[in-house]
Structures are given as C-alpha cells and as structure tokens.
C-alpha cells in the first residue's frame, strides 16, 4: 500500500492542474471550492469561485451578505440546498466561531451545513489532519486499482472506501494525498475511456487485469426518472410589472424567484392550465389577452424530468392589495436582479427579459 501513495503523488506534483484553492493554506477558501464543486465540474465552477472570493473575500462579508445576493451569484450552479448550507456556515463561523474555522473534521461536522466530505477535506488540506476524502473520483480510483465491487451509494460501502484510503493515507501528507487521488480521477481515470496503458498503476490495477474498468464503481440500480409537466403564468401588468413567487425553504429551488405555477404528472393543454391558475390567483377572475406561449423546455433533475411551458399574458385587473406573502409584483427591468432557476433564466434570456 505504501508504493500506491508515493506514486500518487509524485505523479501529482508533476501534473496538478493550477487552482487558486491550491494555492492558499485560508480554510475559507477552501471550504468555498469544495462547497462549490460538489456535483459541479472545475471548468464550471471555477469562475463561480472566483466571483464568490471576489464578492465576499472573508467569511464575515460572507455571512453579513443578503440572501438574496448569494443565491444571485449562485445561480446556475443548481443544487440550490448547498447555497443555503453555505449561508448558515458561514454565520454559524463567523456569529460563534469568531470567524475561525475548526481545525478538527468532528468540530467542522458540528456546524449545521458542513458535512463529513466537506469536513474531511477542510481538517486534510488546511490543518494536515489525516482524514480521507472520498468523492466519485476517488471511488473510482479506488475501486478499479484494487478491485472493489462494493456499491458506492451504500452505507457499507462508502465506510469500506473511507477505510481503505485512510489505510492508504498513512506516512504521506493528508492534503496532498487527498488532492492528489481526487485530481488522478479527475484527469486521468476517467468514467469512460482512461488511458490505462500510460497509467502509473498500470501494473497494480486489478480492473485492468480482470477487464472490468467500464464497469467500475458499482452503484445500485438507478430509481426511475419520474416526469413532472409544469405550467408557468408569466402574468405582466399594464404598467409593466411581473408576478413572480419565492419558493418555498422545503422544495427543489429553496428561496429562488420563478412565477405561478401549475404542476401535473402528464401533459395537459396549456389553456386549461392557464385557466386553473388565473382562478387561483383572482378568484373573481382576471381580464387579460394571451402574448405568447413557449415551447416545451426540458430540464433534468436527478430523478425528475421536469417539461416546461410558460404562457405569457397581459393582465388588465390584477387586485393587487390581495397578493398572498410569497406573492410580488417586479418591474419588468429588475427581474434580473432576482435569483431564478435555471429553468426559469433560460426562458427569461430566450424573451430578452435578462441578458
């Protein structure tokens, strides 16, 4: 196991991609990057960490910051859980940590918002705590050099997997070693076609021997996609306000900004739901003229397949002193200004709406 790791990472110190979390010992920055790189690819979200450091340079501009600000610099990124567990970290830190990390992954994983991955990889890399990091890179890494076919997406498995790249950890740098085995499945074992006659553990590696590489990591089988028909009310005023909603803390865009929305499990006629929601939003009934009616967006979630129409409508008699507390009327010009879904943005830069 010892050759496995001084492999690694003289392999690393000659081929690590240059990134400016690399490049500082601040566990804020650190925290930042891996918050922002869960489920998001480098080339993705490295300008948004740029503009988050940009932005809030320290976690108390951070934690001092509105909402509503955040969730507008994160937007895009999707997964929108993780901009809220970064909000109450960061006040969590900055309100009863004095602004100072932690330096230990059981103290990170108290602060509501930090869990065992992101703990893990701020204790390793900004304090040299010997706690592994395992993310889909390192599964894969992992479970073609030495064989595994525990499921990854098990209890069981991901504590063999923790186990093993402890094991494997011992006598090297933690931080180095944790970078490195991520940085090795990111740019070289790759999920489809690695170059695995070059590899530096072509020897080693019982996936290659067995011929089973494409079909590691296991993972259990796959829950069915489920498709969900939405139907969005883009109601606009005479005087050039829109109707727009906050979601709700609980939903798949928590506190993101998108309209009234009609929700079925099959495709129906936009006019008939066009019809249900003008009579939940004016029970006495709405005077308005039909603008536009949208293709069908498609917008794929984990499980979900979500279809999207939006029907564009002018509106001459919205009771405006009857909105429910979620409900806002937005000038048409500010709406950018407001954190969307990305389903919604793509719509709204479609109607030149926001840039």
Known sequence: MEIFGKKLIGWYLQNQRKLPWRETGDPYKIWLSEVILQQTRINQGLDYYVKFVESFPDIHSLACAPEKEIYKLWQGLGYYNRAQNLIHAARTIANEYNGRFPGTKEELMKIKGIGPYTAAAISSIAFGKPDPVVDGNVFR???????????????????????LAGRLMEGHPPGDFNQAL??????????????????IFYDECVARKQNTVSELPVKKPKARVKDRFFYYVVAQTQNERIIMKKRGPDDIW????????????????????????????APAG???????ISHEYIHLLTHQRIHAVFIRIIVENFP???????VLLINQNDIENYPVPRLVEQYLQDQKLIK
Not at 320 to 326: A, D, K, S, V
């Open 320 to 326: 405006e002193n009857r909105l429910e507390n979620n």
């Open 182 to 199: 991520m940085e090795f499945g990111a740019v070289w074992c790759k999920p489809k076609n690695p170059d695995c006659v070059h590899c």
């Open 286 to 292: 709405l005077v308005y003229s039909i603008k536009h």
């Open 254 to 281: 928590k506190n993101l900004y998108d309209f009234p929305l009609f929700v079925t499990g099959q495709r129906t006629q936009a006019l008939k739901a066009l019809n249900t929601l003008t009579g939940k939003l």
């Open 141 to 163: 890494v992992l479970s073609r050099v030495f064989g595994i076919k525990s499921p990854i997406d098990t209890a069981g498995g991901k504590k063999e997997f923790v186990s």
